[in-house]
Each structure stands twice: as structure tokens, then as C-alpha cells.
DNA sequence: ATTTTAGGAGTGAATGTTCACTCCTAAAAT
DNA sequence: ATTTTAGGAGTGAACATTCACTCCTAAAAT
């Protein structure tokens, strides 16, 4: 197995047992055996479990800007943008369970906290689609007035606890019912 | 100290260290400091820890739906009542940081699964105000006919997220912007 | 071409720590 | 005197991390 295979190993050995069980149900013992490693082999790629984590979330969070841009189209509405981005945004989620369960794990945890804290003081030039498409909304008076933070809560919020429902499987999201939850985060942020 | 009282402490004790550290900081020898009891007194009143947060959040919730009735007239519009019980919700919650804390940590975990899971196959006759809200909004067509976990996702996710915000100090959530969301949160869900 | 050597990736048993929970003693209540 | 309650040291299990060691490969020496 070549070194960069063994890497990726572990980061979705780790991936699926935090996505199953939980950041309790993912020990070093676990993520080793499920990766096909040594425990101790793992500290050869990672200095500890936290950097281990938050490198897992980066390149989860790098991939899904990725696919929120497969695509976009520059020219079109605000308004038509928005219901692209948000929209691509629940069928990855969907079609992705496992990164996920994953995201909800990591950012309902400390490390998430500290990654929305570093964010918002961030100089906002991130690729953030989602921050940036809010952003030009506001500025041209089609979105609300209100802060950035408030404008993510009215949408990214709905949308990633749709997602979980429908991973729990307490509904079922087809394609109807993704354009309407979509449309009726829309509601709620224009003007 | 009475034993009633004892109870309460272990119940307080707990709640502040879970919302101010998390699960992971709030071992039981820990909250028994807090509590001013020995380790082992706290299972002459729970069974087990499951047992001890189980029930800490099952208070909470009922005080919370307390307060949500707090004022509630049965005699206005659909639309004031669900401005109302989400005013309510925000206050509270911005009121009592510690509580929010809690209650995020808890519905984020597996706890919170199982109370949701729970919750969707209940009968529906439980004490929950929001849920009528909506429910009721939808039989009389003023509320979008979507399934009642998106009206949820729509509603208690941006009021959970703006809390959240507050609470971190990434906002601060004044009258008027309570106000605001409130009104937002409505447009998503309103036809 | 064959053997020797060096280096570093890989390993998993051992370590020290933390945890939930138990159990026995002592104090308080009856 | 007897029963009930409280306490906290003790216990074993689980954990992240380490470290002394084992390969394996590929370069160097012959």
C-alpha cells in the first residue's frame, strides 16, 4: 500500500466510525483496525487524534465547496443562485450520509465552535460560497438586512437539519420536497 | 440539606458542568464537587448517569414549555401566537445560557436521537406547543403544507442557531433583532 | 551478481490516566 | 437498637499515546 493510500485509510476509517458511532465510538484501537494499520502507525501520518480530526474536516469541508460550485453559473439571479447552491447542498448531503453525520458530530463539538469562531473573524475572502452569496444579497438590498450570522441561521440551519431527518429517516427528501424546503428558506431571507 | 434538596443540587451541579464543558467534562466525581456530595450518593438518587441526564433534560423541557405558555393568549391570530412562543423560546433561551447549553449538547448527541425519534412516533398529545402551532397552521392552510419535521427544521433550527450566536457573543441579539428573526422564521413557513 | 548495510516505515504491547460505578464504613434518623 | 442514608476510597475497564522493536527496501560494497 503506497504512504498516501495509508493516509487516506485512516482519514475514512476514522470518517466512518465517528459518522456510526459518534466521536465516543471512534478509538485509536478502532480506526487502526478499521483502516488496516497499527495504532501506532497512525502517529506517523498525525501528530495526535485532534489534528487527525480537524485535517478530516478540512477536506471534508474543501470537497463540499467543490460541489456546491459543479454547476453554478455566475450570470444568473441571486435569487436562482441561491436555490442552486442550497439545492446542491442537500443532495450531497444526502447522497453523502456518512460525511454528514460526520459534519454534525464535528460541528456541534468544540472543534466546531472554534471553526465558526475563527471563521466569522476571518477576513471573509474564504471560499465560502454560501457567506458570500448572502453577503452580495444584502448589499443589493434583495436579501434582509440583518447580520451574516442571522442570515446563516435562517438558512444553513434548515437545510442541515432537513438533511439530518431524512438521513434519520423520519422523512423522505425526493425532489419535490427539496425544492419546496429550498423555496421556504428563500421566504425566510428575502426581502 | 434535605434530601429533596440534594437532588436538586446533583441535577444543578450537572447542568453546569455539561453545558459549560460538555459530556466529556463532567465526570461524575466531578459533578458530585460541584453538587457537594460524595461520588457515591449520586446513585442513591439515579440509577446511572444515563439515567441522571435523561432526566435533567426531561425538567427542562417541561420548564421550558412553561415558559413558552407564559402570556400565551389562545385568542390571536395563528401568526401572533407563533411570534409569541418563538419570542418566548429566544428569550428564554438568551436568558438562561447555561440551559441552552445543555439542551444543544444534548439534542446533539445520541440522547437527542432517541427523544426526537421518540417524539415523530408519539401521538402527538404530548405537551408540545410548537408542534400544535404548526400543525394546527397547516390544517387551516396559513402555514405551507410541508411535513411537520421541515416546519420544524424551519422554525426551532434558525431560533437553536441564533441562540447559539448570542450566547458565543458572535451576535448580540437585541430586541429588535429578535424581533426580526422572529418575523423571518415566519416568512419561511407562512404560504 | 551477490552480499552487506543503513534507514525509516510499521507495529502492538506497555504505560499512565481517566472514567463510571461499587462497596463497606460511619453517621444520622427512627 | 435497628434501619436508613451518606460518603469516598477502591476497582476494573477503556482510553490516547509511546517506544522498543521488526521488517522491508534500496543503496553501497564486494
Given at each position: 500500500?503506497?504512504?498516501?493510500?495509508?493516509?487516506?485509510?485512516?482519514?475514512?476509517?476514522?470518517?466512518?466510525?465517528?459518522?456510526?458511532?459518534?466521536?465516543?465510538?471512534?478509538?485509536?484501537?478502532?480506526?487502526?483496525?478499521?483502516?488496516?494499520?497499527?495504532?501506532?502507525?497512525?502517529?506517523?501520518?498525525?501528530?495526535?487524534?485532534?489534528?487527525?480530526?480537524?485535517?478530516?474536516?478540512?477536506?471534508?469541508?474543501?470537497?463540499?465547496?467543490?460541489?456546491?460550485?459543479?454547476?453554478?453559473?455566475?450570470?444568473?439571479?441571486?435569487?436562482?443562485?441561491f436555490?442552486?447552491?442550497s439545492?446542491?447542498l442537500?443532495?450531497?448531503?444526502?447522497?453523502?450520509?456518512?460525511?454528514?453525520?460526520?459534519?454534525?458530530?464535528?460541528?456541534?463539538?468544540?472543534?466546531?465552535?472554534?471553526?465558526?469562531?475563527?471563521?466569522?473573524?476571518?477576513?471573509?475572502?474564504?471560499?465560502?460560497?454560501f457567506?458570500?452569496l448572502l453577503?452580495?444579497?444584502?448589499?443589493?438590498?434583495?436579501?434582509?438586512?440583518?447580520?451574516?450570522?442571522?442570515l446563516c441561521a435562517l438558512t444553513i440551519g434548515p437545510l442541515?437539519?432537513?438533511?439530518?431527518?431524512?438521513?434519520?429517516?423520519?422523512?423522505?427528501?425526493?425532489?419535490?420536497?427539496?425544492?419546496?424546503?429550498v423555496?421556504?428558506c428563500w421566504?425566510g431571507i428575502?426581502?
Amino acid at each position: 500500500m503506497a504512504t498516501s493510500e495509508k493516509r487516506q485509510e485512516i482519514l475514512h476509517a476514522a470518517l466512518e466510525l465517528i459518522a456510526e458511532h459518534g466521536f465516543h465510538g471512534a478509538p485509536i484501537a478502532s480506526i487502526a483496525d478499521r483502516a488496516g494499520v497499527g495504532a501506532g502507525t497512525i502517529y506517523r501520518y498525525f501528530e495526535n487524534k485532534d489534528v487527525l480530526i480537524t485535517e478530516l474536516f478540512r477536506e471534508l469541508h474543501d470537497k463540499i465547496q467543490m460541489a456546491l460550485l459543479e454547476g453554478y453559473k455566475t450570470d444568473r439571479s441571486l435569487r436562482e443562485q441561491f436555490l442552486h447552491v442550497s439545492t446542491a447542498l442537500l443532495r450531497y448531503l444526502i447522497a453523502n450520509p456518512l460525511d454528514f453525520r460526520f459534519l454534525e458530530q464535528y460541528l456541534n463539538s468544540p472543534y466546531g465552535v472554534a471553526f465558526r469562531r475563527g471563521r466569522l473573524l476571518g477576513t471573509g475572502d474564504d471560499n465560502d460560497l454560501f457567506r458570500m452569496l448572502l453577503e452580495d444579497g444584502v448589499a443589493r438590498q434583495i436579501v434582509k438586512d440583518l447580520p451574516l450570522v442571522v442570515l446563516c441561521a435562517l438558512t444553513i440551519g434548515p437545510l442541515l437539519a432537513v438533511s439530518r431527518d431524512h438521513i434519520l429517516g423520519f422523512i423522505d427528501l425526493d425532489n419535490a420536497l427539496i425544492m419546496q424546503t429550498v423555496q421556504a428558506c428563500w421566504d425566510g431571507i428575502k426581502r
